[in-house]
């Protein structure tokens, strides 16, 4: 059972996800929650993957915000729609920072309502 609601995009580019130890960019968030993303990769992730990575994106006022996370890999599917891998994503141990920038996020759309 779902532990937090789900923040969608509309823009699949607005946060990106790279690889920690290489900086190597793996996709893109399709939603978020203060337990785990969506994955969008053109590459499918194993499920038990362990994952280490860093979520950027910009802020409002167009500041770059970074924020490195441990993942675990839960499901993983090919949206043959989309033509996208997904993967369901749970956060792996503690991590103040990323819920920090997730409470930020629903902070913002409330605002915004």
Not at 68 to 95: H, K, P, Y
């Amino acid at each position: 059972m779902r532990q937090s609601s789900r923040i969608t995009f509309r823009s699949t580019f607005r946060i990106k996800i790279s690889d920690r130890d290489s900086d190597t960019l793996i996709g893109y968030a399709g939603d978020v929650s203060e337990c785990g993303m969506k994955l969008l990769s053109d590459t499918p992730v194993e499920p038990s993957t362990e994952l280490r990575l860093r979520v950027r994106m910009r802020d409002r006022l167009g500041e770059m915000r970074q924020v490195d996370v441990d993942m675990i890999c839960q499901w993983s599917l090919e949206n043959v729609r989309t033509g996208f891998f997904e993967a369901g994503l749970a956060l792996q141990g503690d991590s103040t920072e990323y819920v920090r920038l997730i409470e930020g996020m629903r902070k913002l759309r409330k605002e915004k309502a």
